[in-house]
């Protein structure tokens, strides 16, 4: 089984649930996908650790076989390749690394390299499997992180929970890619309800089982409101409670707290009662 | 000396775009000549990298000059390496702009 946690706001509680539901469940995989500000190793702090780097192949062009055909800069979508002064030009920010100018090429006059973009940690929490990808500083897109994450857990037979990035952009859509199911974090407020409309229309264009957890819960029936006219189900409700804040806040996976754990085991229970 | 802006609507008579990649039109004035021709900026919809290509367009057409209120940080990585200068729009139409420029009126932008 794999759970993406997503939310359209950031600072809504996914890490707050996908770690907590990662630890209460056993023999479990957490998997970090929010390389640009990766937090679930705050939480899950490993002793023996690996670590691998993520590369991504950038063309390079012999300009001495280039004949300035330009069909590598037709060819590229990403306008990563210009032709500037009798010269082919690579912008590596831009590109995709999807090999096409390579193949294009009538010269053979590009290779490519290998460049760093980020790297996964790895290690073990008790029983826990813990993956955490994070990205270099002044990389443009994580997405390859996240796909190499997501091989990394693609045929493991234990329960997977992601910790998916905010919003609702590309490397969303590639966290909940394998998804066999989406728990959506919302909080009730204005800016909670509109983002959560956002990351809820993006999950049903995949066609998702979803459920949702309101976290920060008060009088306020702003998110359950909209999950009714939905038909959304509820799966949990964290209360706005000063003390779970505080600990969360402190880097302390909250479930190991009596009166907090059951909140947890209830989501949980619930999400295996959803997905079977 | 070729003179290139781009613009917003087509014609000498449009004002300029805020955006030298996703521009509508690109506005090529030829000071010898004494005319101008409007191009269509076929790259504006491009999911990225656009500048790098409006930047490649203005070079094939051997602009020398590029009057543009801004210019992306991609663009001018290219612009920079050209002998293209890059000056400063205000708030003129095509046709004031240029006389401006060739009253040398105009700041360079980098």
């Known amino acids: 089984m794999q759970v993406a946690v997503l939310s359209g706001k950031g600072g809504t509680g996914k890490t707050l649930v996908s770690v907590n539901l990662s630890y209460l469940a056993k023999d479990s995989v957490y998997v970090d ?21 993520v590369n991504v192949k950038i063309p390079v062009v012999n300009h001495e076989q280039c004949i300035g055909c330009k069909q590598c800069t ?18 590596k920010d831009l590109c995709h690394s999807c090999g096409g100018c390579k193949l294009v090429c009538p010269q053979n006059a590009i290779t490519e390299f290998d460049r760093s973009i980020g790297k996964i940690t790895s290690g073990f929490y008790n029983e826990t499997e813990v993956f955490s ?10 997405v390859p992180i996240i796909k190499e994450l997501l091989k990394k857990v693609l045929n493991k037979k ?19 890619s394998d998804a066999d199911y989406c728990l959506l974090v919302a909080e009730p407020s ?27 819960c008060n009088d306020d029936d702003i998110i359950k409101d909209f999950a009714k006219a939905n038909k959304i189900k509820i799966v949990g409700e964290i209360p706005m409670d000063l003390e779970l804040g505080r600990l969360n806040s402190n880097g302390e996976i909250v479930s190991k707290y009596s009166q907090y754990s059951w909140l947890f085991k209830d989501i949980l229970n619930n999400v295996y009662k959803e997905v079977s | 000396m070729i003179i290139v802006m781009p613009t917003k609507t087509s014609g000498e008579k449009s004002f300029i775009s805020d955006h030298f990649g996703r521009c509508n039109f690109f506005y090529v004035y030829d ?14 919809d491009g999911q990225g990298g656009v500048g790098i290509k409006s930047a490649e367009f ?8 590029l009057i543009t209120p801004r210019v992306g940080e991609k663009a001018l990585v290219v612009l920079q390496s050209t002998d293209i200068k890059v000056f400063a729009s205000t708030d003129q139409i095509v046709k004031d702009l240029i006389v401006s420029y060739l009253n040398g009126e105009l700041k360079e932008l980098y």
Do not use: W
């Open chain 2, 58 to 65: 203005i070079l094939n057409k051997k602009a020398d000059v």
């Open chain 1, 158 to 176: 234990k329960d997977v929970f992601i910790d998916s990035p905010p919003g609702n952009g590309c490397s969303v859509m590639e966290s909940i």
């Open chain 2, 31 to 44: 000071s010898e000549l004494k005319s101008g021709e409007v191009y269509i900026n076929e790259n504006k």
């Open chain 1, 190 to 216: 204005i800016f909670g309800l509109h983002n959560l409309k956002m990351v809820y229309a993006l999950v049903k264009v995949f066609n998702k089982n979803i459920g949702l957890v309101i976290n920060k």
């Open chain 1, 133 to 142: 990808g994070k990205m270099n500083v002044g990389i443009e897109s994580g």
């Open chain 1, 33 to 53: 996908c929010d390389v640009e500000e990766p937090n679930g190793l705050l939480y899950y702090k490993l002793k023996d650790t690996a670590q691998e780097h």
């Open chain 1, 74 to 91: 037709e060819f590229c979508e990403f306008n990563a390749l210009a032709y500037i002064l009798e010269k082919v030009r690579v912008f």
